[in-house]
């Protein structure tokens, strides 16, 4: 690369000089003080067409052309109304930088992660809010080694944008499909199990995929493990009519009811992009995300990964903790945010990672979510086992869990919430690592957060005495609303 400035091409390097966009970014923080985010937890995400302006993903595509440096970079949609369009805006944008661009079409994100960083991509986006609202859409950029970028590199992405001193490439670059994509990774994840084991069990599984993009590949691969499959909400639909795009214990009755109907071993609901997970067992019984991890974790570390390290966010339930102490382990814990934990996952080479919404990161395949990859590798619990699910749902420790959220029309008030929670009462301890984690004794804690996708406050709670937990809800839940 020879220039900086106007992103039409004039040069032919397609190497990235990154320290020349470092410097930028001391030049633009000491010229113009902080700016507003653009990524949030996950990716950049808004209301398409007011917050999401084809104005602004113009300007971070040309920004991500020049973080990525060099194509081809592989691009997917999931099956929102905006995002074939945003699809090929994408596109466009990059290949007028001069970047080569690949379109793997309607996908899960998991499939494009994959393709990012098994089948020799120089980096990946894929255009999606995942759980978010209908009239949301967003992009998440994946970094060449498969995994999203990194906060730091999220805001070196941020400050190549704010500057607009974009890289200029001699011609056009080139658009194809990549038709190879989705059966490649179905392969790669039939070889991370005893699928021949699993076949032989014939098991019985309800699928809700919410009318959203793992529909096109989770059946497929339950079929291609010798199950039953009875799919609900089957039809990939942007305006996801059924449920919604997020999973969650309160929408998912159909999916509970379905399994208990068929005999089914057991039912999995996934969000609108396909890399998170929520089960039911053989009863119709529902539960979290690091519950089911816990599962998965323990069946690991007694198998193939044992000794192994897990990564897991803060807020994540004590019932971990405890299988990985049983188990002769550790867990290392990080902020919320599925990007904290799998780059924690990459640094350390851990292979499990998980998160209490659903996401579960197998690094084998790749540190990320992966809704299909945890459906796999619980089938492989159930056949090597022999066990129900709801045997093995007894066999976990036990805890009382809550988990709610608050609308809130800003960040001064978030602050002022979080704030007016950790000075409150006398608690054993408090973290602050992301938020306020309060420790009421050492079995009970509540914790009060912003979510880094949505205007809200998030507060989750956990006991070993449901009393001492309702009460202690209740008494934050007045706290926060008094200050709203």
Same mark, same amino acid.
């Given at each position: 690369?020879?220039? *900086?400035?106007?992103?039409?091409?004039?040069?032919?390097?397609?190497?990235?000089? *990154?320290?020349?966009?470092?410097?930028?970014?001391?030049?633009?923080?000491?010229?113009?003080?902080?700016?507003?985010? $653009?990524?949030?937890?996950?990716?950049?995400?808004?209301?398409?067409?007011?917050?999401?302006?084809?104005?602004?993903?113009?300007?971070?595509?040309?920004?991500?052309?020049?973080?990525?440096?060099?194509?081809?970079?592989?691009?997917?949609?999931?099956?929102?109304?905006?995002?074939?369009?945003?699809?090929?805006?994408?596109? %466009?944008?990059?290949?007028?930088?001069?970047?080569?661009?690949?379109? %793997?079409?309607? $996908?899960?994100?998991?499939?494009?992660?994959?393709?990012?960083?098994?089948?020799?991509?120089?980096?990946?986006?894929?255009?999606? +809010?995942?759980?978010?609202?209908?009239?949301?859409?967003?992009? =998440?950029?994946?970094?060449?080694?498969?995994?999203?970028?990194?906060?730091?590199?999220? $805001?070196?992405?941020?400050?190549?944008?704010?500057?607009?001193?974009?890289?200029?490439?001699?011609?056009?670059?080139?658009?194809?499909?990549?038709?190879?994509?989705?059966?490649?990774?179905?392969?790669?994840? *039939?070889? *991370?199990?005893?699928?021949?084991?699993?076949?032989?069990? @014939? &098991?019985?599984?309800?699928?809700?995929?919410?009318?959203?993009?793992?529909?096109?590949?989770?059946?497929?691969?339950?079929?291609?493990?010798?199950? =039953?499959?009875?799919?609900?909400?089957?039809?990939?639909?942007?305006?996801?009519?059924?449920?919604?795009?997020?999973?969650?214990?309160?929408?998912?009755?159909?999916?509970?009811? +379905?399994?208990?109907?068929?005999?089914?071993? &057991?039912?999995?609901?996934?969000?609108?992009?396909?890399?998170?997970?929520?089960?039911?067992?053989?009863?119709?019984?529902?539960?979290?995300?690091?519950?089911?991890?816990?599962?998965?974790?323990?069946?690991?570390?007694?198998?193939?990964?044992?000794?192994?390290?897990?990564?897991?966010?803060?807020?994540?339930?004590?019932?971990?903790? =405890?299988?990985?102490?049983?188990?002769?382990?550790?867990?290392?814990?990080?902020?919320?945010?599925?990007?904290?934990?799998?780059?924690?996952?990459?640094?350390?080479?851990?292979?499990?990672?998980?998160?209490?919404?659903?996401? &579960?990161?197998?690094?084998?395949?790749?540190?990320?979510?992966?809704?299909?990859?945890?459906?796999?590798?619980? $089938?492989?619990?159930? +056949?090597?086992?022999? =066990?129900?699910?709801?045997?093995?749902?007894?066999?976990?420790?036990?805890?009382?869990?809550?988990?709610?959220?608050?609308?809130?029309?800003?960040?001064?008030?978030?602050?002022?919430?979080? @704030?007016?929670?950790?000075?409150?009462?006398?608690?054993?301890?408090?973290?602050?690592?992301?938020?306020?984690?309060?420790?009421?004794?050492?079995?009970?804690?509540?914790?009060?957060?912003?979510?880094?996708?949505?205007?809200?406050?998030?507060?989750?709670?956990?006991?070993?005495?449901?009393?001492?937990?309702?009460?202690?809800?209740?008494?934050?839940?007045?706290?926060?609303?008094?200050?709203?």
């Amino acid at each position: 690369m020879t220039g *900086l400035g106007d992103p039409r091409p004039s040069c032919k390097s397609r190497q990235p000089n *990154l320290s020349i966009y470092r410097l930028i970014a001391i030049e633009i923080k000491m010229q113009a003080g902080a700016r507003p985010r $653009l990524f949030g937890t996950n990716g950049v995400r808004g209301i398409y067409g007011s917050e999401l302006t084809h104005d602004l993903l113009i300007d971070l595509c040309y920004a991500l052309g020049a973080y990525f440096g060099k194509g081809p970079v592989v691009v997917g949609y999931d099956g929102r109304r905006s995002s074939p369009v945003l699809s090929r805006l994408v596109r %466009a944008t990059l290949n007028s930088a001069g970047l080569e661009t690949a379109n %793997a079409g309607l $996908l899960p994100t998991p499939c494009l992660q994959y393709a990012t960083k098994r089948l020799g991509y120089g980096g990946g986006i894929m255009i999606t +809010a995942s759980h978010n609202p209908p009239q949301y859409n967003g992009i =998440k950029p994946t970094a060449p080694d498969g995994v999203e970028i990194s906060r730091e590199d999220e $805001l070196l992405v941020e400050d190549i944008y704010n500057s607009k001193k974009f890289i200029r490439i001699d011609g056009t670059g080139r658009d194809y499909i990549d038709e190879k994509v989705v059966n490649r990774y179905i392969d790669a994840v *039939l070889g *991370l199990v005893d699928a021949d084991m699993i076949r032989q069990h @014939k &098991f019985t599984v309800a699928m809700d995929t919410g009318n959203g993009v793992q529909a096109v590949v989770a059946p497929l691969v339950a079929k291609k493990l010798g199950c =039953k499959v009875i799919v609900i909400n089957g039809a990939p639909d942007g305006e996801f009519p059924a449920r919604g795009p997020e999973p969650t214990p309160e929408n998912l009755g159909v999916l509970s009811k +379905a399994a208990r109907s068929a005999g089914a071993d &057991f039912g999995v609901a996934y969000d609108g992009d396909g890399d998170r997970s929520i089960f039911c067992d053989d009863n119709g019984s529902i539960y979290m995300g690091d519950k089911t991890g816990a599962l998965l974790v323990k069946h690991l570390l007694a198998g193939k990964h044992r000794g192994s390290e897990v990564v897991c966010p803060i807020n994540t339930s004590m019932i971990l903790s =405890k299988v990985v102490e049983q188990a002769g382990s550790s867990v290392i814990y990080t902020k919320v945010g599925s990007v904290e934990v799998s780059r924690e996952m990459v640094n350390r080479k851990c292979v499990m990672g998980l998160e209490e919404n659903g996401g &579960f990161m197998y690094g084998p395949l790749n540190e990320v979510r992966d809704g299909v990859m945890a459906t796999a590798l619980l $089938l492989d619990m159930l +056949a090597s086992s022999n =066990k129900s699910f709801s045997h093995h749902i007894a066999e976990l420790p036990q805890t009382f869990q809550h988990k709610s959220k608050f609308k809130c029309p800003s960040s001064e008030i978030v602050n002022k919430v979080v @704030k007016a929670c950790i000075d409150h009462g006398s608690p054993k301890r408090v973290e602050t690592m992301d938020g306020a984690k309060i420790w009421i004794d050492d079995e009970t804690w509540i914790m009060v957060r912003p979510s880094g996708t949505e205007p809200l406050i998030r507060m989750y709670g956990e006991s070993n005495d449901f009393s001492l937990l309702d009460s202690k809800v209740a008494e934050y839940r007045r706290l926060i609303q008094s200050k709203m």
